[in-house]
T-cell receptor, first 111, second 119 residues
């Protein structure tokens, strides 16, 4: 599986935008970029995913670099409920879609 | 989004007993389900991939005779921890995916997890 690199931790203030980076320099052409987040003592939650184009949904935006070697998850206005571990994962199409979790980024949101 | 449930949410058992954890996809059919284990302050580790109607595929280092997986229907997979020991105490999480072989295109939905404590 192609690997991703994320910062161990990031901090933000409430109601400010947050940009969570992810590097995936060995991404293959069929890898989708997935983001999940995990709140304490809960199962992970799907956030967003994309292939080449930027994506928006009600939770976040995903900005994908033109060469696809990096991406950024954007939370437009952080809330205290966004404090979680965020995982950036590459998921291949010709597979049954298993996810390999790295250490993720611990996001702390200050009131 | 789709909903995946797990039961029980928390279980305490004595060493040497077996524990069964259920994972259900409530509003979609899941051709594939996954089982993960998470120790405190660590990331999720994939244990096995479960495909409906066929044998599960276990990750390297996971004992298939200890962690029995049954995916009997498109909405139910079970994980049985046999002869549990204190080192099996962990947070067990299942997930379900649509899309079959094209799984990478689709998001994955996770259950809320089961906290297993073996005394």
């Amino acid at each position: 599986d192609a690997k991703t690199t994320q910062p161990n931790s990031m901090e933000s203030n409430e109601e400010e935008p947050v940009h969570l980076p992810c590097n995936h320099s060995t991404i293959s052409g069929t890898d989708y970029i997935h983001w999940y987040r995990q709140l304490p003592s809960q199962g992970p939650e799907y956030v967003i995913h994309g292939l080449t184009s930027n994506v928006n949904n009600r939770m976040a935006s995903l900005a994908i670099a033109e060469d696809r070697k990096s991406s950024t998850l954007i939370l437009h206005r952080a809330t205290l409920r966004d404090a979680a571990v965020y995982y950036c994962i590459l998921r291949d199409v010709p597979s049954y879609g298993k996810l390999t979790f790295g250490q993720g980024t611990i996001l702390t949101v200050h009131p | 989004g789709a909903v995946v449930s797990q039961h029980p949410s928390r279980v305490i058992c004595k060493s040497g007993t077996s524990v069964k954890i259920e994972c259900r996809s409530l509003d979609f059919q899941a051709t594939t389900m996954f089982w993960y284990r998470q120790f405190p302050k660590q990331s999720l580790m994939l244990m096995a991939t479960s495909n409906e109607g066929s044998k599960a595929t276990y990750e390297q280092g996971v004992e298939k005779d200890k962690f029995l997986i049954n995916h009997a229907s498109l909405t139910l997979s079970t994980l049985t921890v046999t002869s549990a020991h204190p080192e099996d105490s962990s947070f067990y999480i299942c997930s379900a995916s649509i899309g079959g072989l094209a799984g990478g295109r689709y998001e994955q939905y996770f259950g809320p997890g089961t906290r297993l404590t073996v005394t």
